[in-house]
């Protein structure tokens, strides 16, 4: 059994490595209030596509390795790698590096199905700065509330956060609120599930630097057994600074 996760491990490296949206699958950014259980082990990889205009298209290919350290305590590592075709420049090369640590707070019961957790995120600036691939050069930090309450047959989540956002050299960027709100249905006697999804930023700063953006998205997971899932969603902005387009394809493996 050790053997085949460690080849299922491979599988997904390989995709990532031949080769900015951090989220638990099968979101595009919402988090849950579930960490991952004490000593299990959390495998996300998934290709997002992000195009915001007719000249202008990010891919980020990505692995995603949660750890349950203890219980309600949960450590992810984000490894994604970026491919940008911008006013007929490209480039492509390894992202930047997170760590996310979140803790679960209240855990939801039969009597009260709500959990309560928080999560903070460090963005390491191993990809440099780069305006062709949005990489800054330095340090973000933020803090995620997180809250998810089933109403079955549905399950919603909300997020909403406040990230400080570093400053490259020679300039001052705002800060940001970032906030989401999803579903997922459960259909019965299916192991299809159907996802929908609304998220957003808005900087801090003054309305002539703000570049919020607002975005609309829903599609399905599927658990192919007890331990993949595998997902697709697709989203689409709804202001003028947002996004035309996102898609989202990917797959978790869950093992002890």
């Known amino acids: 059994m050790k053997n085949s996760h460690t080849a299922f491990l491979l599988f997904l490296l390989l995709l990532v490595l031949p080769s900015p949206v951090w989220a638990e699958r099968p979101f595009q950014v919402t988090e849950t209030a579930i960490p991952t259980e004490r000593g299990a082990y959390r495998v996300e990889s998934g290709f997002l596509l992000n195009r915001t205009s007719a000249e202008r298209k990010l891919t980020q290919v990505g692995l995603n390795l949660r750890y349950g350290l203890i219980q309600n305590l949960e450590f992810d590592l984000e490894m994604p790698y970026l491919f940008a075709n911008a006013n007929g420049k490209k480039k492509n090369k390894q992202g930047d590096v997170l760590l996310n640590t979140k803790i679960r707070f209240i855990k939801g ?3 009260n199905p709500l959990s309560i957790a928080g999560q903070m995120i460090i963005k390491f600036p191993t990809a440099g700065e780069s305006k062709i691939l949005e990489t800054s050069g330095v340090v973000d930090v933020g803090f995620l509330a997180i809250a998810s309450k089933a109403f079955t047959p549905v399950t919603a989540h909300i997020n909403f956060g406040y990230f400080f956002i570093g400053n490259p050299p020679g300039e001052d960027r705002s800060d940001q609120l970032r906030y989401a709100l999803a579903l997922d249905l459960t259909l019965d006697a299916s192991p299809i599930k159907l996802i ?16 919020d953006i607002v975005v609309v998205a829903g599609g399905f997971a599927l658990q192919a057994n007890q331990a993949l ?21 990917g797959a978790t493996y869950t093992f002890d």
Request: net charge negative.
């Open 109 to 111: 019961r039969a009597a």
């Open 196 to 211: 929908g999804e609304l998220y957003g930023r808005a900087d801090t700063g003054s309305a002539s630097d703000a570049d």
């Open 229 to 249: 899932a595998l997902d697709t969603t697709v989203g689409y902005g709804i202001n003028s600074k947002s996004p035309d387009y996102l898609i989202n394809i």
